[in-house]
């Protein structure tokens, strides 16, 4: 790849210095003879030519000039210079009919900004005429294609003519004399196929933005574009702008010189959005990005500013740019995107001549007519080769058409496959369920033959609800495979309609007292009597009530109100929560959606809820709409039709239940039932459990254990475990166990791992890089149990790893073995403490890098107490400040570090320091205990015996003694 950059590269170095096409000759002028069978001669090599670098000589100083050079070939060829050049030439007419119509001009010369022919006669006589690009239409000379002139030449008498040709672009050509009629019978021949070209152009280009519009294929529609710009590019050769535009000469001028650098900047973009972002081609994707913004240049700033050195460079980028062109076409060609090969090749093909062109005006190869004629005959060849590649295309977007069709009718036969799928899976769901069914049973039977002999159980009451919680969702997906097949109808029968929904919302006051909500609820009549289906309407509310409660926060308010109105009533249940997303609020009634999918949201629940809410509304004939505010809360609006009827003896407020149902006695209980009669415990809420907690004892009480979990039964469960042998703390997220342990310092953290908020390994993380508590240990519980997981949580410092469901026993070995690791721990930093003031310290092992940190931890603390070591008001809150604790987390840290505290710390610091001062034996007793910190001699001897065993006065001789 970096061989074929090199070698496209390389060429650009020669490309700069304009060409000459002739050398000194001193040999005798020699005329041009024009007799009656002259039609066409070329007079290239009877030219005289001479350099004007100045381009500002006149004819008369021209005339004056001797060292004009003799012409070597037929054609002329110039690169792009500030030079003009004059041409110097001699006819002789030995035509005696044809005097008037003899044509003198440059053939292919269309590059000329201008072009001045004079006509010398033997009678000093001078005629002049100009021509060329910037001069005016009408003076462009005989022919708009190249600069053509119409002379007069009398018989038998020499003329000498002078070409004066100046240009901002490159220039060639060939100087030739025509008879004017045999002109005019070529000429007809050209602007028949130009006139033929144009028209072709025109139904070509509507063909393929017609075709794009239709065929959605990127490589097609950049292939429309280009070939319209390589239409464009040639038209630019033909004299057509100059007949269009002759009114409008700035626009004339920039389709002369702006034009043609069109065309690489589409095919730059071409090719690279035809190469990918593999490796190898990054070097060239940026150099296409560099030709893209040149071109772009180039093509706005002949409006400005025009010149031969801008032409030169806008040439060589062009031509760079054709030949990363042609790299491309075989990159393309020998990689898998052979669908663009179609379309890239007949481009490529036209744009030959046009990179023949470019190098042709950088002198890199001679000029030659011929490469002007192939650009119209590969234009012509690509049009008949691409109307063939267009009939496959069109045949390829019909066979697509027809497989997207065939697609379309296989995804219907997949949909009902899936429907059926969802048949069996309903089906599944109801036999498993009913399977269900009798454990649950043979559970809930012994749960309450326990409640009654053991009343003061708190563990039973847990396992009731939550028995009665997983009854209640397999009841609603019996409801759901019901509904779906047919077999749910209403059954609606007389009963107060008001009273139902006081009664209702009554259900939920102990509920919003628990979770601090405000409750509200208001109805327009008192009474309402009429034909309801009481189970599918209670169903109805309850989960809306229950959604309510789980997403509003403490705090904020849930509010329902019921509006009876003729023929119907609305049911409104509105919270001030979390809200719904707009993306999700559509989507909210299909089964088991849920708006956060994630295994660690804050909010659980299963997804049928309110898609069973929905089918049962349009069971009852009613409908349900929902409108939400993300942040700000959700409102459900519920309408039903309304039958009243006459009301019964009966006190409404009583209205019967089934034999046996539990909302019998719903008075009696202050807890809220669920749609199916039992206790209601929503999926996301856990009432906070009031059971009597055994009392700690005292030596517990210094034992403190973090209980993080979002689960409030797993809490209490956890609690239930150790509550006899630690002080509890609970935390419901990782965020608040992680101020909590901060701020007490527990001696062990039990912590879940997908909680909302911050999770296990965020806590872990954050607790373990704190100064004040990464010596803290603790235990994960979670139901990932992957060796990644473990690793995860392990490299983050979490001490010990438990999957749940757990055993109590390993449970509670584990965190008295983790207990007792920090014993062995502090026992480890007091023998330091001890082997620091004697003479040998004892050699350890490897420290791990948990003992690592709190040895930098303590090392830190003995710095801070060395500095202010003389500083008798220097105090543990001091030293709490320096090292960015509280005194209570500083008393802490260091009792589980040393079994001492900060006071003890610093009183030994002092002591170590001193029993140093007294080894080396250059100050007094007294001095020595001023510069610790000590201003009682008394008391300063007094601890220094219990300290060391030997008063201070007595402790450095001691010790030389026994040196």
Same mark, same amino acid.
């Given at each position: 790849?970096?061989?074929?950059?090199?070698?496209?590269?390389?060429?650009?170095?020669?490309l700069?210095?304009?060409?000459?096409s002739g050398?000194?000759?001193k040999?005798?002028?020699?005329?041009?003879?024009?007799?009656?069978?002259t039609?066409f001669?070329?007079v290239?090599?009877?030219?005289?030519?001479?350099?004007?670098?100045?381009?500002r000589?006149?004819l008369a100083?021209v005339?004056?000039? $001797?060292?004009f050079?003799? #012409?070597?070939?037929?054609?002329f %060829?110039?690169?792009?210079?500030?030079?003009?050049?004059?041409?110097?030439?001699?006819?002789?007419?030995?035509?005696r009919?044809?005097?008037?119509?003899?044509?003198?001009?440059?053939?292919?010369?269309?590059?000329?900004d201008?072009?001045?022919?004079?006509?010398?006669?033997p009678?000093?006589? !001078?005629?002049?005429?100009?021509?060329?690009?910037?001069?005016?239409?009408?003076? $462009?000379?005989?022919?708009?294609?190249?600069?053509?002139?119409?002379?007069?030449?009398?018989?038998?008498?020499?003329?000498?003519v002078?070409?004066?040709?100046?240009?901002?672009?490159?220039?060639?050509?060939?100087?030739? !004399?025509?008879d004017?009629?045999?002109?005019?019978s070529?000429?007809r021949?050209?602007?028949?196929?130009?006139?033929?070209?144009?028209?072709?152009?025109?139904?070509?280009?509507?063909?393929?933005?017609?075709?794009?519009?239709?065929i959605?294929?990127?490589?097609f529609?950049?292939y429309?574009v280009?070939?319209f710009?390589?239409?464009?590019?040639?038209l630019?050769?033909t004299?057509i702008y100059?007949?269009i535009?002759?009114?409008h000469?700035?626009?004339l001028?920039?389709?002369?010189?702006?034009?043609g650098?069109?065309?690489?900047?589409?095919?730059?973009?071409?090719m690279?959005?035809?190469?990918?972002?593999?490796?190898?081609?990054?070097?060239?994707?940026w150099?296409?990005?560099?030709v893209?913004g040149?071109?772009?240049?180039?093509v706005?700033?002949?409006?400005?500013?025009?010149?031969?050195s801008?032409?030169?460079?806008?040439?060589?980028?062009?031509?760079?740019?054709?030949?990363?062109?042609?790299?491309?076409?075989?990159?393309?060609?020998f #990689?898998?995107?052979?669908?663009?090969v179609?379309?890239?090749?007949?481009?490529a093909?036209?744009?030959?001549?046009?990179?023949?062109?470019?190098l042709?005006?950088l002198? !890199?190869?001679?000029?030659?007519?011929?490469?002007?004629?192939?650009?119209?005959?590969?234009l012509a060849?690509?049009?008949? @080769?691409m109307?063939?590649?267009?009939?496959?295309?069109v045949? @390829?977007?019909?066979?697509?058409?027809?497989?997207?069709?065939?697609?379309?009718?296989?995804e219907?036969?997949?949909?009902d496959?899936?429907q059926?799928?969802?048949a069996?899976?309903?089906?599944?769901?109801?036999?498993?369920s009913?399977?269900? /069914?009798t454990?649950?049973?043979?559970?809930?039977?012994?749960?309450?033959?326990?409640?009654?002999?053991?009343?003061?159980?708190p563990l039973?009451?847990?396992?009731?609800r939550?028995? +009665?919680?997983?009854?209640?969702?397999?009841?609603?997906l019996?409801?759901?495979?019901?509904?779906?097949?047919?077999?749910l109808?209403?059954?609606p029968?007389p009963?107060?309609l008001a009273?139902?929904?006081?009664?209702?919302a009554?259900s939920?006051?102990?509920?919003?007292?628990?979770q601090?909500?405000r409750?509200?609820?208001?109805?327009n009549?008192d009474?309402?009597?009429?034909?309801?289906?009481?189970g599918?309407l209670?169903?109805?509310v309850?989960?809306?009530?229950a959604?309510?409660?789980?997403?509003?926060?403490?705090g904020?308010?849930?509010?329902?109100?019921v509006?009876?109105?003729?023929?119907?009533?609305?049911?409104?249940?509105?919270?001030?929560?979390?809200?719904?997303?707009?993306?999700?609020l559509a989507?909210?009634?299909e089964?088991?959606?849920?708006?956060?999918?994630?295994?660690n949201?804050p909010?659980?629940?299963?997804?049928?809820?309110?898609?069973?809410?929905?089918?049962?509304?349009?069971?009852l004939?009613?409908?349900i709409?929902? #409108?939400?505010?993300?942040?700000?809360?959700?409102?459900?609006h519920?309408?039903?039709?309304?039958?009243?009827?006459?009301?019964?003896?009966?006190?409404?407020a009583?209205?019967?239940?089934?034999?046996?149902?539990?909302?019998?006695?719903a008075k009696?209980?202050?807890?809220?039932l669920d749609?199916?009669?039992?206790?209601?415990?929503?999926?996301?809420?856990?009432?906070?459990?009031?059971?009597?907690?055994?009392?700690?004892s005292?030596?517990?009480?210094?034992?403190?254990?973090?209980?993080i979990?979002? +689960?409030?039964?797993?809490?209490a469960?956890?609690? @239930?475990?150790?509550?006899?042998?630690?002080?509890?703390?609970?935390?419901?997220?990782?965020?608040?166990?992680?101020?909590?342990?901060t701020?007490?310092?527990?001696?062990?953290?039990?912590?879940d791992?997908? =909680?909302?908020?911050?999770d296990?390994?965020?806590?872990? /993380?954050a607790?373990?890089?704190q100064?004040a508590?990464?010596h803290?240990p603790?235990? =994960?519980l979670?139901?990932?149990?992957?060796?990644e997981d473990?690793?995860?949580?392990?490299?983050?410092g979490a001490?010990?790893?438990?999957t749940k469901?757990?055993?109590?026993?390993?449970?509670?070995?584990?965190?008295r073995?983790l207990i007792?690791q920090? %014993?062995?721990?502090?026992?480890?930093?007091?023998?330091?403490? $001890?082997?620091?003031?004697?003479?040998?310290?004892p050699?350890?092992?490897?420290?791990?890098?948990?003992?690592?940190?709190?040895?930098?931890?303590?090392?830190?603390?003995?710095a !801070?107490?060395v500095?202010?070591?003389?500083?008798l008001?220097?105090?543990?809150?001091?030293?709490?400040d320096?090292?960015n604790?509280?005194?209570?987390q500083l008393?802490r840290?260091?009792k589980?570090l040393?079994?001492?505290?900060?006071s003890?710390?610093?009183r030994?610091?002092?002591?170590?320091?001193?029993?140093?001062?007294l080894?080396?034996?250059?100050?007094?007793?007294?001095q020595?205990?001023?510069?610790?910190?000590?201003?009682?001699l008394?008391?300063?001897?007094?601890?220094?015996?219990?300290?060391?065993?030997s008063?201070?006065?007595?402790?450095?001789?001691?010790? @030389? #003694?026994?040196?």
């Amino acid at each position: 790849m970096r061989l074929l950059y090199v070698l496209l590269l390389c060429p650009i170095t020669v490309l700069a210095q304009p060409g000459a096409s002739g050398r000194s000759d001193k040999a005798p002028r020699q005329a041009t003879v024009l007799y009656d069978t002259t039609r066409f001669i070329p007079v290239g090599q009877q030219l005289a030519v001479l350099e004007d670098k100045t381009g500002r000589l006149t004819l008369a100083e021209v005339r004056q000039r $001797q060292d004009f050079r003799r #012409s070597t070939s037929e054609n002329f %060829q110039y690169g792009f210079s500030n030079s003009a050049y004059w041409f110097r030439f001699d006819l002789l007419n030995r035509n005696r009919e044809n005097t008037k119509h003899w044509l003198v001009g440059l053939l292919d010369a269309a590059t000329l900004d201008y072009v001045d022919l004079y006509l010398v006669y033997p009678n000093g006589q !001078v005629r002049h005429q100009a021509g060329g690009l910037k001069r005016p239409y009408v003076d $462009q000379g005989f022919f708009a294609t190249t600069p053509f002139f119409r002379v007069e030449l009398p018989p038998n008498t020499p003329v000498t003519v002078y070409f004066r040709i100046r240009s901002s672009l490159a220039m060639f050509g060939k100087v030739t !004399v025509w008879d004017e009629y045999y002109n005019l019978s070529k000429g007809r021949v050209i602007i028949f196929a130009i006139w033929m070209f144009l028209g072709l152009f025109i139904l070509r280009s509507l063909n393929n933005f017609v075709l794009a519009r239709f065929i959605p294929d990127p490589q097609f529609r950049f292939y429309a574009v280009c070939t319209f710009l390589l239409y464009l590019s040639t038209l630019s050769r033909t004299g057509i702008y100059p007949i269009i535009l002759s009114g409008h000469p700035v626009l004339l001028e920039w389709m002369h010189y702006g034009m043609g650098r069109l065309m690489p900047l589409g095919l730059a973009a071409w090719m690279y959005s035809l190469l990918d972002d593999r490796r190898v081609f990054r070097p060239l994707r940026w150099l296409l990005l560099g030709v893209i913004g040149v071109c772009a240049v180039g093509v706005i700033l002949p409006f400005f500013v025009q010149n031969a050195s801008l032409s030169r460079f806008n040439a060589v980028i062009v031509a760079m740019m054709y030949g990363l062109f042609f790299l491309n076409v075989f990159l393309i060609w020998f #990689s898998k995107s052979r669908s663009a090969v179609h379309f890239v090749l007949p481009i490529a093909l036209c744009t030959v001549p046009f990179f023949l062109f470019q190098l042709q005006s950088l002198s !890199v190869i001679p000029y030659r007519p011929v490469i002007s004629q192939l650009a119209l005959l590969a234009l012509a060849v690509e049009m008949v @080769s691409m109307s063939l590649v267009l009939g496959r295309v069109v045949r @390829s977007y019909i066979k697509e058409r027809i497989a997207t069709a065939d697609a379309l009718i296989r995804e219907k036969v997949e949909v009902d496959k899936l429907q059926e799928l969802d048949a069996v899976k309903t089906q599944f769901f109801t036999n498993i369920s009913h399977e269900f /069914r009798t454990p649950l049973t043979l559970l809930l039977g012994p749960l309450a033959d326990l409640k009654r002999r053991f009343p003061a159980e708190p563990l039973l009451p847990l396992m009731e609800r939550n028995t +009665n919680r997983l009854l209640g969702l397999i009841n609603q997906l019996l409801d759901l495979s019901k509904l779906e097949a047919g077999q749910l109808k209403a059954q609606p029968e007389p009963g107060d309609l008001a009273t139902f929904f006081r009664t209702q919302a009554s259900s939920f006051e102990s509920l919003a007292e628990s979770q601090r909500i405000r409750f509200l609820f208001s109805q327009n009549q008192d009474e309402c009597w009429a034909e309801f289906d009481r189970g599918k309407l209670e169903t109805i509310v309850n989960n809306l009530l229950a959604n309510a409660f789980k997403f509003t926060p403490a705090g904020n308010d849930v509010r329902m109100s019921v509006h009876y109105g003729p023929g119907q009533f609305t049911c409104v249940v509105e919270d001030t929560g979390i809200g719904i997303p707009p993306t999700h609020l559509a989507r909210i009634f299909e089964r088991f959606y849920q708006v956060d999918g994630k295994i660690n949201r804050p909010y659980e629940g299963t997804g049928i809820g309110l898609a069973l809410v929905h089918e049962l509304t349009n069971v009852l004939g009613g409908r349900i709409e929902v #409108s939400s505010i993300e942040k700000a809360g959700t409102t459900f609006h519920i309408t039903m039709p309304l039958v009243p009827t006459v009301p019964f003896d009966q006190p409404a407020a009583e209205y019967p239940h089934p034999a046996g149902h539990p909302k019998a006695n719903a008075k009696e209980r202050s807890e809220p039932l669920d749609a199916y009669g039992q206790p209601r415990t929503p999926a996301g809420f856990e009432i906070p459990i009031r059971a009597n907690h055994s009392i700690p004892s005292a030596a517990a009480r210094e034992n403190v254990l973090l209980i993080i979990d979002d +689960n409030a039964d797993i809490r209490a469960y956890v609690r @239930s475990i150790f509550e006899g042998d630690y002080q509890i703390l609970e935390a419901v997220d990782g965020q608040d166990g992680l101020e909590q342990a901060t701020a007490t310092l527990p001696d062990v953290v039990i912590c879940d791992l997908m =909680m909302h908020r911050l999770d296990g390994f965020g806590f872990c /993380r954050a607790l373990k890089s704190q100064a004040a508590t990464s010596h803290i240990p603790v235990v =994960m519980l979670t139901a990932k149990a992957t060796p990644e997981d473990r690793l995860e949580g392990f490299e983050l410092g979490a001490d010990d790893y438990l999957t749940k469901p757990f055993n109590r026993d390993e449970l509670t070995a584990r965190v008295r073995n983790l207990i007792q690791q920090r %014993q062995r721990l502090f026992q480890y930093f007091a023998e330091q403490a $001890q082997a620091s003031a004697s003479d040998q310290p004892p050699v350890l092992p490897a420290k791990p890098a948990l003992l690592a940190t709190e040895q930098q931890f303590l090392e830190r603390l003995t710095a !801070v107490i060395v500095q202010h070591l003389d500083d008798l008001d220097f105090t543990v809150e001091l030293l709490a400040d320096a090292v960015n604790m509280s005194r209570v987390q500083l008393h802490r840290k260091l009792k589980a570090l040393t079994n001492t505290t900060a006071s003890l710390f610093i009183r030994d610091i002092r002591l170590a320091k001193a029993a140093e001062m007294l080894n080396e034996g250059s100050q007094s007793v007294t001095q020595i205990a001023f510069a610790v910190g000590f201003d009682n001699l008394s008391y300063f001897a007094k601890v220094f015996q219990e300290r060391y065993g030997s008063l201070p006065s007595q402790y450095g001789k001691a010790t @030389s #003694s026994v040196k």
